[in-house]
């Protein structure tokens, strides 16, 4: 059906058919000709026949999660609405930086190697704790693009937990060769779904920051990642 005079919602939590038919069924308690596909994620619904609170209300005490379709709003990005929607995530990487370079400055010396470690510990400390303030939503979300998170929950659930321990482990700089090869891994395989998110057109939340932050999965993700992974490879080449 056209999606003309219709709104959309993406919907995060959906796994299989069967998720579909919960959804539907609690959707069209309020709203009757509701569509819900799990290809793309979504909820369609007569324009302005109801809203996102009031959809998400049939939601409650489920695991599904909504959000307004971002595609307009993509479409319409400007460098400064790119600089506005991206703000959060550009703030805390450019701290993240310069506490990795301040903290050299006492040695009186700034290396690139001890530069990229405090930079991965530091990423991996401040992102793992924004999944932490609400996991299951992260899971919900990270499910939603990530290959192997969309097929079983308890890699979601457990994700942010392993961004946590790399960061302690780059921040006391133990078992570097380890650490850094599951890193490589890990990014790396994240980055591959992020990739085919992106190229599949799907408008879909970024959970890099868990669901504190609306912002949307873009090529920005993707240079997040393979960012990680790059260093990783580098660091293990350096040692």
């Known amino acids: 059906m056209s ?9 995060h939590g959906m796994t299989c058919g069967g998720c579909v038919a919960s959804v539907k069924a609690k959707v069209e308690a309020i709203v009757a000709s509701a569509e819900v596909t799990l290809d793309p994620p979504e909820v369609t619904v007569p324009a302005g026949v109801t809203s996102l609170e009031e959809l ?7 695991r599904y999660r909504l959000q307004r379709d971002l595609s307009e709003m993509e479409s319409r990005f400007s460098v400064c609405d790119w600089f506005q929607t991206y703000r959060p995530l550009l703030l805390i990487v450019s701290f993240i930086l310069g506490s990795s370079l301040l903290v050299q400055l006492p040695s009186g010396e700034i290396s690139s190697s001890e530069t990229m470690r405090y930079f991965m510990a530091g990423f991996f400390l401040v992102f793992s704790f924004f999944k932490l303030l609400d996991v299951r939503s992260f899971a919900d979300a990270y499910a939603s693009y990530d290959l192997l998170a969309g097929r079983t929950r308890l890699w979601g659930l ?26 490589l891994i890990v990014m790396t395989f994240s980055a591959i779904g992020v990739l085919r998110a992106v190229l599949s057109k799907q408008i879909i939340r970024c959970a890099c920051l868990g669901t504190v932050f609306q912002l949307p999965m ?7 990642d393979t960012g990680m992974a790059v260093m ?6 350096m040692i």
């Open 3 to 11: 999606s003309v005079g219709r709104d959309r919602f993406v919907i």
């Open 56 to 62: 998400q209300a049939a939601l409650q005490n489920t």
């Open 158 to 183: 457990i994700y942010p937990f392993i961004e946590l321990a790399l960061g302690i482990a780059y921040l006391v700089n133990i078992f570097p060769f380890v650490v850094n090869s599951v890193t």
């Open 218 to 224: 873009s090529t920005v993700t993707i240079i997040e």
């Open 232 to 237: 990783a490879a580098l660091a293990l080449f």
